[in-house]
């Protein structure tokens, strides 16, 4: 990376994806060339459709490509539901999880706000402004396990979760680091301890050993299912979760859902020992059903543009579209927009 | 059990549990004599501070006993927390995830359901009526893992989710049984197979198979981050969820949530082979800040109690507490009640 130029690797992926990655490129690219800056653009065919078509996921030559580039945005990938010629999971495995594991993402940063006008379901969301730090490279997602006679009636399936107290620490260690800087300095850790108790225990210590290194921040625990109560009945109370990969995968939707949707969530999958590019994608699906209408929002995308300025330390660009964002967000009147529209008032608004 | 007595096993356990079974019990025994029946209880000292007098958590003699009755109504068991006498987890894992496990409770099953008046956090909460029949055996439950190189920079932690087919066919085909016996006739399998492959096909291919012998009940199927989504934007749309264990686990607690809290929410642990007792259970836990102030609401217990009855087969006695019960939460207003107030009000009503 050049101060004058962001070398970027684009993924549209299927579905919507290309429809919400054009709007974000055009925020983007308009936020930083008011700093002088341009935007080098690769665009990488990978997905469901691009697998229907030459059977690839992730070829290691692409992944090498890949890690030459500054950061990568990513739209979204799937199928439709129910298109049976895609083997279930494999473009999510092969593809969008070995980039985090390959790429060792192992921050996912999941920011969760309400802002002013946007339709919570809750009756009282209160202010919601928390952070998500989602590990990202070990858990239940290590793709460890298997099937012993499979389809017979003794079959047993295994799926391992694998914590390592060099995973856990690193992500732990970037929650107290984030929560320092934010107004209300407190950690949560969201785990299941008392049941899962090597890895929750690992977690736990984790968490009381990091804080000794945080003495202005201050921490508490959840199990995973009182979290959830929590994020419905008072979201309020969080300013900083950290968990594993799993109940940060839950938990984040649901956070989505009680701050308006995640037509609004954005996520950046984050090296932040930058050995390789980091990741900044929507939060949301390849949503088929509406691919190729212009109904999609393409304001998580453009969030995740958010993030990934920040990763790159364009922070006067990144402040300028999230203020573009709040603007428009907060002004909305229910009036359908195309995914072009909104891009546009957000572009017209820098 | 004999058609004029039930010998019921009660273990108030700690906390608010010793409240709210008080009042079940009351409720229980009015409705039964009201048919002919007398209740025979036996009462267990069992939970954290019976561990604390005596290091005890669940010792075979006990569980042996146990497996004399013909039902277990359980309170609630845990420790305040901070409270550092005792080990994290060792009352939950050694005594009441030992008692479902031991006693075979395959179908761990929570009704969940929004009273008229009774506040739901969700603006537009609609009509909620659905059950979740959570596998109540295996899973990430099964406490099989480990540590290796505890507390030093190379510690590793595992987790192994063990599913089997015997485990996973019994629990589905009884959430198809119930759901063919439902108005909407409707199942959903939820869980994560796009990432936890093995565990997830299982599931998945267990759901199609057991369909086959119910052509009346439909199904589909959510990834549980979307399904918790779905909770909170729309869960009139669910009827029979089944899950694993631990997806049951955080899907249970935010239904409660949606519907009014955990001072409504019941639960069954039942063995549906009938090889040994089943166990019913408020989802609360001791809430051990409350505790002895006769704050708690002993409804989620009460309604815990009907289960049992229908279990039982005490259908009638069933119907007639559970109608007294949405008499009363219909009718609330606001005004804290003691809880001994709210089983007296619920008993009068029979
Ligand atoms: C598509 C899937 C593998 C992915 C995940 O589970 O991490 C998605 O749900 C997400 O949260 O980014
Ligand atoms: C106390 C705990 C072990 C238990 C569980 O996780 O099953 C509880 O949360 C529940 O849902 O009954």
Redesign the pocket.
């Known amino acids: 990376m050049s101060a004058s130029s962001i070398n970027l690797a684009v993924i549209p992926g299927d579905g919507i994806g290309p429809e919400v990655i054009a709007e974000a490129v055009k925020v983007l690219e308009k936020a930083v060339a008011a700093e002088g800056v341009t935007l080098e653009q690769t665009h990488y065919k990978l997905g469901a459709q691009h697998w229907l078509e030459t059977g690839e996921t992730l070829p290691d030559e692409v992944l090498a490509d890949l890690c030459t580039r500054d950061a990568i945005l990513f739209g979204a990938v799937g199928a439709a539901p129910g298109d049976t010629r895609i083997p279930s999971g494999i473009i ?1 495995r092969e593809m ?2 070995k980039l985090r594991f390959s790429l060792d993402h192992f921050v996912n940063l999941r920011p969760s706000r309400l802002y002013g006008t946007v339709g919570s379901p809750l009756a009282d969301p209160g202010t919601i402004d928390f952070i998500v730090v989602r590990e990202g490279t070990e858990g239940p997602y290590v793709g460890n396990g298997g099937t012993l006679r499979g389809g017979t009636p003794h079959e047993v399936a295994t799926e391992v979760s694998l914590n390592t107290a060099h995973g856990v620490e690193r992500v732990v260690r970037d929650a107290f680091r984030r929560a320092s800087e934010r107004p209300r300095k407190h950690v949560t850790l969201v785990h299941k301890h008392n049941v899962l108790v090597f890895a929750g225990h690992l977690w736990k210590r984790t968490v009381e050993a990091v804080a000794q290194e945080f003495p202005d921040v201050t921490h508490d625990y959840l199990h995973i299912d009182a979290a959830t109560i929590f994020m419905v009945t008072d979201p309020s109370r969080f300013d900083v979760i950290v968990t594993d990969n799993l109940f940060g ?1 839950i938990l ?1 939707d649901l956070a989505a859902a009680v701050t308006g949707g995640i037509g609004l969530a954005a996520s950046g999958n984050i090296n932040m020992d930058r050995t390789a590019p980091s990741m900044f994608e929507p ?1 949301h699906g390849s949503a088929p059903d509406i691919a190729g209408q212009q109904k999609a929002d393409p304001t998580a995308a453009i969030l995740s543009a958010v993030l990934l300025l920040d990763h790159l330390g364009y922070t006067t660009a990144a402040r300028k579209i999230e203020a573009a964002v709040v603007a428009d967000v907060e002004n909305r009147d229910g009036k359908p927009r195309s995914t072009a529209a909104i891009g546009d008032a957000i572009a017209a608004a820098l």
Chains 1, 2 share one sequence.
Do not use: A, I, N, R
Request: no cysteine.
């Open positions: 999510e969008l999880l995968d984040t939060v």
